[in-house]
Structures are given as structure tokens and as C-alpha cells.
């Protein structure tokens, strides 16, 4: 048992002897030091995490892993909050994986999407956070096709805000659990040569994965047709001194890319936000970037094959790669839970200490 599954256990067994699922103790006032120095209270993108904030999360991941495991795989923590997923685009596994962490933690969870409420009479973003928030909901999981949607939220209303994807801008928790992915299987991010494959250009998955990767120390190569690769990747940016731009190489050679890869990380071409001739056609695109068992070779020999779903089988990846040992897909989807109760465990914890 690590340090922080024993946190988790302590707070764990404070709160739920206190019944209310909440410590009325500020941290401040217990005899310990804070064990989580953790302040944030939205999680928009991944741009501006810290080293030590991405292992917090990957720590504390970990240990809602082990909750999992449980016979009764239940925490007290979120009792009394409520959580709204609110979904402008169609989702399967981020939806289901919030509600469900949600769940895992004792918070009562609403879902919400465009289609069949209010959205459709026309009630703008800004009306439907604050009527989500005057109902009582504390945290919001949103999810929009345009890019800084959540942001607005988080400006507009008094509640904590978690970014399910926004356009082709960040999806941080998708990152995260890519990370937390990687870390379980390899023990380690830090020095990964983890290659990017396919439609970098209009994936909020790939961009989070940058920030995220490059924070947790390991060696980025993105590779797809020079159409689908945004111009200035892999150019130092001057123009910002001080912001750390993610460093990543570009390759448009599949083999050369995957030469040495300790993880290849497929993307499905994103093509409901594609203007038409950025490829030739899906044949073309296979034919040079489809990961097949014969390409994955290229790679090294347990190389980690990831994709975020929902796959494309036979033009991003072959159904052979995608269901073999060496796939980490399903096991994605699984830490997608524990990755997202991680994060509503800080945040309620950061909420606290606030
Ligand atoms: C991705 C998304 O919606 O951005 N899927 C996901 O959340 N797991 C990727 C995609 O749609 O291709």
C-alpha cells in the first residue's frame, strides 16, 4: 500500500465517521501537514500542469485503482456533491467513466446533453451552466465542439469545471489516463519514446497528450501525412519566452518513426472536422500509416500500442494489433475511471483547502 492509498483510506474512514461524507475539519486545523498540495479547482487543459501535479494525479489514480479492486468498490468523498456531465458531442467511454467515478465516490451524478434539454430552444452556454449550477451542481463535466467552451463556463459560473473535450482544442483527461496507461505498463513516462500516429491536426487528444507527455519527461515523435500534422509542430516558439512549448519531432515516415518506439499511439482520423481533400482518400491513408502487425516490428519488441477510441479498424489500426497482448486499448478505457476519480477526489480536496 503506497503513502497515498493510505491518504485516501485516512480521509476515507475521517469522513465517513463524521457521516456526512464531508470533514468539517479545514486541513489547516488537523494535527498533519496537507498530504495532497493540490489548488486546483478546474482541470481545462494540461497546458499549464506541473511535473508534480501530473504525479499527484498518476499517485492518487493508483490508489482509486486499488479502490476499484474493493469488493464494494466505494469511497464516501463525494457524498453531498453533485456532479453534471453536460455534453454537446456525442461520447461513449468519457461520459460513462466520469458518471461512473462519480459514483465510485458517493456523488450523486446528472447527465445532461444538448439533445432533449433546453439547448435545443436555443438556451445559450452561459444560461444552462448557471441554470445546472442554481440546481445545486458543484462540479461540471463538460464536453463541446467548440474549442474553449469550458472556459467560458469556468468564467461564468461557481462551480468546479472539468473539460471532456473541447473542439479540437484539449481533452485532459484523456491524457491523463494515457499517461497513468504508460506508467502502469512500462513503471515509467520519464525517457518513453511514444510515438503519435495519424490525424494530429484535429485531435484535442493528441494536443493534451503534448502538454502532458512533455511534462512527464518523455520523447515525442508525431508522424502522419504533412496535411494532418499542424504547421510550427516541432518549431521552437520564441515568441512566448517562458512558456515551456512542448519539444516534438515530426516524422512523415511511418518506419523511421516507429524505429526504437516504446509506445505507438494511434488516432482515428477525425473526419467531422475535416475539410475534404486533406487525404486522398481512407486506402491512401491506410496504405502508408494503418499500424498493422507487420509495421508494429518497426517498433520495439513490447512496444505499447494505445488508440483513444473509438477506433477506425483497418484504416487507423488492424483489428489484429488493436485486440493482441501488445494493445493497451481496454486497459484505457479501465483506467479512465480511476483516473477521472482521482481527479474529483483532488479537486473536492483542493475545493476543501480553498
Ligand atoms: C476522443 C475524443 O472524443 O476526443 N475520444 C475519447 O474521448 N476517448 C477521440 C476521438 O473522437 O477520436
Redesign the pocket.
Known amino acids: 500500500m503506497n503513502g497515498l492509498t493510505r491518504t485516501v483510506d485516512r480521509r476515507d474512514q475521517q469522513e465517513a465517521a463524521n457521516g456526512t461524507g464531508m470533514s468539517t475539519r479545514p486541513p489547516q486545523a488537523t494535527a498533519e501537514p496537507s498530504p495532497l498540495p493540490w489548488t486546483r479547482r478546474h482541470v481545462l487543459d494540461l497546458d499549464d500542469f506541473t511535473p508534480d501535479e501530473i504525479a499527484i494525479v498518476l499517485e492518487t489514480a493508483d490508489a482509486m485503482r486499488e479502490v476499484l479492486g474493493r469488493e464494494v468498490p466505494r469511497l464516501p468523498t463525494l457524498r453531498g456533491t453533485t456532479i453534471a456531465t453536460l455534453f454537446y458531442e456525442a461520447?461513449t467511454?468519457?461520459r460513462a467513466s466520469f458518471e461512473l467515478a462519480g459514483k465510485a465516490l458517493g456523488a450523486d451524478v446528472i447527465n445532461v446533453s444538448s439533445s432533449g434539454s433546453s439547448v435545443e430552444k436555443g438556451e445559450s452556454l452561459i444560461d444552462t451552466v448557471r441554470t445546472l449550477r442554481a440546481i445545486g451542481v458543484d462540479i461540471l463535466v463538460m464536453r463541446h465542439s467548440n474549442s474553449g467552451a469550458p472556459y467560458l463556463a469556468a468564467r461564468h459560473v461557481d462551480a468546479a469545471v472539468l473539460n471532456g473535450?473541447d473542439g479540437w482544442h484539449a481533452?485532459p483527461t484523456?491524457a491523463l489516463l494515457d499517461l497513468f496507461t504508460i506508467q502502469r505498463r512500462l513503471g515509467n513516462v520519464r525517457g518513453c519514446k511514444v510515438v503519435i500516429v495519424g490525424d494530429i491536426m484535429h485531435?484535442?487528444?493528441a494536443r493534451s497528450n503534448l502538454w502532458g507527455l512533455s511534462a512527464a519527461g518523455a520523447e515525442i515523435v508525431v508522424c502522419g501525412p504533412p496535411t494532418l500534422i499542424p504547421a510550427g509542430l516541432g518549431v521552437i516558439d520564441e515568441a512566448e519566452p517562458g512558456r515551456c512549448l512542448p519539444h516534438v519531432t515530426v516524422c512523415h515516415d511511418l518506419r523511421e518513426a516507429l524505429d526504437g518506439a516504446d509506445v505507438v499511439m494511434t488516432?482515428?482520423l477525425?473526419k467531422e472536422r475535416m475539410q475534404s481533400g486533406l487525404i486522398p482518400s481512407l486506402r491512401e491513408y491506410s496504405r502508408l500509416y494503418e499500424i498493422t502487425a507487420e509495421r508494429l516490428r518497426w517498433a520495439k519488441p513490447d512496444a505499447l500500442v494505445m488508440h483513444?477510441?473509438?477506433m477506425n479498424e483497418g484504416v487507423e489500426i488492424a483489428p489484429d494489433v488493436a485486440y493482441s497482448v501488445q494493445s493497451g486499448i481496454e486497459e484505457q478505457v479501465t483506467n479512465g475511471v480511476a483516473v477521472r476519480m482521482a481527479l474529483l477526489y483532488l479537486i473536492r480536496g483542493g475545493k476543501r483547502a480553498a
Open positions: 461520447s467511454r468519457t473535450g481533452h484523456q485531435s484535442r487528444v488516432l482515428r477525425q483513444p477510441g473509438p
